[in-house]
Structure formats: C-alpha cells, structure tokens
C-alpha cells in the first residue's frame, strides 16, 4: 500500500505559477510511476503528467506540455508539478497518483493509488 498526499493548491491569477507536492508513505521502496491528474467540474478525470520511478521518462497531455514540469525527489518520496502560464481552463482538482505498472507511461492509466486531491482555481 502506498499513501499518497497533496499539498500547494490555491487560488492564482491567469499567469501565475503554482508548484504542487506529493509525498508518498508506506510501500515506497518499491518502483512506482507516479502521475497527476485533474478533474474540473462537471468534467471527467482527466491525465496531466506521469514520470517513471528513475525520473528519466515523462509523458504530458497536450493541454499543458511546455507549461507543467513533473519531477521527482526520490530520496524524499515527493513528486512535483510546476505549473505556470495557469489559465482558467487550469482549474480543478488535481490528484496525485501511483501504480506499479510501467506501462502506464504509455496508457495514461489506470492508477492503483490516489491521493485525496488538492484544489487550483485561476481566475481570470
């Protein structure tokens, strides 16, 4: 089992950066690709980021590539999602996730492990 938490949400102006945290506790010695993934209102969860357990591989979603950085601090358990250029469409709940499943690189999911999410709202 691997427990996942959030934290550095907010509310930004358009433009603004955020830097969001997960730290992870438990199974944590075992590999693990962690990812972040949002859910707006109204909308369905939806994939942002994912790395690999080494941080050599990162995959994004469209919507933020070339504006979000996902990285991780193995030695601390944590992964980061540096998000800046935020727009309005940026806003949701955003959650961090984990799996064992290297594949989910590839597939964008599905996750085993979640966090209980973190709010961003950006306002215009």
């Known amino acids: 089992q691997v427990q996942l938490v959030e934290s550095g949400g907010g509310l930004v102006q358009a433009g603004a950066s955020l830097r969001l945290a997960c730290a992870a506790s438990?199974?944590?010695?075992?590999?693990?690709?962690m990812g972040w993934l949002r859910q707006a209102p109204g909308k369905e969860r939806e994939f942002v980021a994912g790395?690999?357990?080494?941080?050599?591989?990162?995959v994004y979603a469209d919507s933020v590539k070339g504006r979000f950085t996902i990285s991780r601090d193995t030695a601390k358990n944590t992964v980061y999602l540096q998000m800046n250029s935020l727009q309005p469409e940026d806003t949701a709940v955003y959650y961090c996730?984990?799996?064992?499943?290297?594949?989910?690189?590839?597939?964008?999911?599905?996750?085993?492990?979640w966090g209980q999410g973190t709010q961003v709202t950006v306002s215009s």
């Open positions: 790395i690999s357990w080494s941080g050599g591989s990162t």
């Open positions: 996730a984990a799996t064992s499943k290297v594949a989910v690189l590839l597939t964008r999911g599905p996750f085993d492990y």
């Open positions: 438990g199974r944590t010695y075992s590999p693990y690709v």
